[in-house]
């Protein structure tokens, strides 16, 4: 078997799809060479990224496809990437997501279509990178650079109030980093590395720890995002054009989980045992009082928006809840969140190509307008709900019981987020698809486009399998995360 | 945490399957003629066809998570199907609320399964059931509480049995869960998914015979809702929510026989009780294709000898409902009431003599019913007297065979669910009270007691005949002077209206709030706002700061060396 360096081209290919695009002369709104050289790549991104889980050695829960390149001549600052159990899934999700996203441009019209295209082919690039970098250098060089392109879709192609959101969005997020930087430096003066797979063999002094675990904190608590710090994402959500939403929903907020579980629980177990109680204080107000707020919206994308943060919120208790029940309910829902509210922002999506709204009230009785698309909604709907046999379920009922087995009073108020989910969501299928045809819309009939189809298939066959059988998601990640819970000292709470 | 697919088949289950799969077959045929002019049927018999898939799935499944995936999949189909004609706001609203008030339920059920897993280890039905007795004294830390396990996994359970099985609290979904099309009624909510909370309770009985508590509760508030179901459903008007308060009253029936542990009873009255109620219903959705989509019985009266196969039906379930001898209901009914006499239990009086007043309700609103639906006078108008015709033979036939259920069913079988015979027949699969089981075969139930709830039917049926035929004035000045009761009866007691008081403008309230109040007014505007305005506002006052005289500059540079000088000389 040829050893392919295949995280170094994962990253590259989408770079040499951009290439293409700036070669072409075409200036107009529809730019078909440039969408297919996008299509081109990311969908042979998106295969060769399944490279990933045919090779991948279930048993070992290390790193495994490492590829190293020094940097600045000097053994410490070096360029290393590698994935393992708990990264390997989300650079599948990226790449997914990624193609689908281009797929649901193609049928589209926009100004500076090519810059639109070469900006998500970029954001591939620095997702691998992030998900994929094995040293805090680098990891945070990629992190920070997501932050320009999605700056850039946001205030260039966004609604009406983009460049407030935009704005909100990047200074949000670039504050929550400094702090993060400032501990990637301070950890490299102090222990001469910083190597992901090196630190994780230290164990820092404890009063160290818990300023490391506040500066990463920070940052990852902008980006996942948690309660007090989410309200970039409801402004981000609504001015954001269809792809950005999905991109910011479906990957983005899940660099946050990612980061909690690779630095706060891994490198600083000692100061997350002594900052669970405040996370748990955090998720439960997050997932009880987003809901409520999305109980009032009028607008489906801040509906939607608002209710990722309550999913984030079962997230974060299940990610400190470190058990292994609660680790891989975490990972299930963050993928899970992943394809179910990109599918639910391609729906808004659709409906907003075709209405150029996205207000609640404006619409009613659509399912008689767009059947097909209705029954589709309703599955996005329930998946979100978390109804058995979806993919939602498994997560919320993993974290659950995990938070269940350390603190069942957590538990108990984060369970009555289950029902808040169902009436948020179903009174918004109700309002949008149920009840006579609005006034607004005529009644000729008019159903998705072939393109919408073949993706809303797919999603659906997703939300399903993951939820008929996770075991399969899981079985990746199990080595990586009993070796986090091995190194887990017992915890009191 | 390792959960197979995997069916468990034992004479419960599969019984519960075939009532299921007969009952359903039934009502899909029924259904090809009740639903023959709407144009989404074909959807329509694919949503019932999920509906089976997902009961049998519940019913079959041999661990909790399985069950719960059918539990929740009925409630979806339930809500599919209530909401099925979705250009009626109604019953967009009833769906919604039929399921986030399942959703309650199972929000109960959940905290179940998460207690379960930890005391037991395990979700396996079988497992846990051998591992009862072993944990029947362990205690739980419940939001810092010891809290005897067992006895917190049934309390939690129970809660989603309320929700399913519509019992006091709870019960708000089912009676507007009418706006469905009537077989769908017919199944789900009558026959097979409202008696799934009771089915499951009938599975986990040994678990709830460690639990004196749990027994209790269950005994109240199934003797609770047994009450006010059936005190509402005398003062209703409409066809099938008169239909759906008595399957409301029913199933406290089967809760009150869960909570004397004649859970052999309870199953044997959820079993008559699938064939007589579903041809009520069945049979409420032939009048209703008769006259023409009229549901008001007010609106009725007199018909009998224009739709008489339906009227037959009708009579044959009604009388099986009220309980009159050697119909199902007479023999399932008299035995849960015969068995709470013969329980020790603490609310045993009370619930005796409610169930025999439930009793004589029962027969109140059924005579009502048939009276007022099928005799009488005529209050329809003309054009719809002129179109009564019975309906065609495909959902009448249907209404034949479940009344051929409804007599004989409880004749056959009830000496297979008490008695003797059921001990050696249910022991393996369900909790048997040997004592009381004993106590009944030997007869130790008085003849007057015996005959208590036959004297209250007659009884009622007499005074609904003197009110209706003999002295309608009477009725007329008692509906008069008693009309606060009347009123808060037709209004289902006003629950609907405290909830929405307590709950639903709430939440509104709450969520308008922290959206408003606190997301926008204090995190926004002291976060990201509040620091750029004063970066911009400190920016310039900075600005003013840079005046461009020069007297200023030399005055700030006298002052900063000044400073600093003297913190030189102060540190050093």
Redo the contacts between chains.
Sequence with gaps: MINLPILPILIVLPLIGLLFIFLSSEEDENAEQSKKSALWTSASNFFLSLYLPINFDKSIPHFQFVNTFSWFNNDSLRFSLGVDGLSMPFIILSTFLILACIIFILPQAKKNMKMYLASFLVLESFLIGTFSALDLFSFYIFFESILIPMYLIIGFWGGERRIYSA??FF??TLLGSVLMLIAIIFLYQEFGTISIPKLLDYTLPFYIQIWLWIAFFSSFAVKIPMW?FH??LPDAHVEAPTEGSVILAGILLKLGGYGFIRFNLSILPDASIFFTPFIYFLSVVAII?TS??????DDMKKLIAYSSVAHMGFVTLGIFSANI?GLHGAIIQMISHGIISAALFFSIGSIYNRYKTKRIDFFG?L??KLPKFSVVFLIFT?GSIG???TSGFVGE?LT??AV??KN??V??IS??G??LS??YM??LY?RV????LSENLDKKKDDINIYEICLYVVLVILIFIIG?KPGFILSYTTASLERIIQLYPISIF | MNVDWSLNLNLLTVTMIIMVNFVSTIIHVYSVGYMSKDPRRIIFMGYLGLFTFFMLFLVSSSNLIQLFVGWEGVGLTSYLLIGFWSHKDEANKASLKAFVANRVGDFGLLISLFTIFIVFGTININEILLLVNSHSQSYFNFFGFQIHSITLIVVTMFVGCMGKSAQFGLHVWLPDAMEGPTPVSALIHAATMVTAGVFLLILMSPLIETSKFSQNLILFIGTITCLFASCVAVFQNDIKRIIAYSTCSQLGYMFMAVGVSAYSVAYFHLLSHAFFKALLFLGAGSVIHSMSDEQDIKKMGGIYNRIPLTYTSMLIGSLALMGLPFFSGYFSKDLILEFIYLSDSDFKIFAFVTGIFGVFLTALYSSRLLITVFHGENNSDEKVYAHIHESPMIMVIPLIILAFFSIFFGMIFHNFFAGSLSESIWSKFMFIDSETNQAYSYGNVPKLIKKLPLIMILFSIIIVFLFYFKFPKVKQIANEKLNFIVKFFYNKCYIDELYEIIIIKPSKYLGRGFWKSIDIDLIDNLGPNGISRFVSSLGSKVSNLQSGYLYHYVLSVVIGLTLFISIYIYIF
Excluded: D
Excluded at chain 1, 292 to 297: D, G, N, P, T
Excluded at chain 1, 433 to 436: A, E, I, R, T
């Design positions: 704005y909100k200074l949000y007090p309200t970039w009082y409520y707020i999305a109980l009032v919206q029940q009785g399912n008689i329930l109804l058995p046999g009922y659950l019981l269940y087995s069942t009073m538990a108990f369970t009555l289950v029902i169902a009436s179903l009174k109700k698809f149920l009840g006579g008929i």
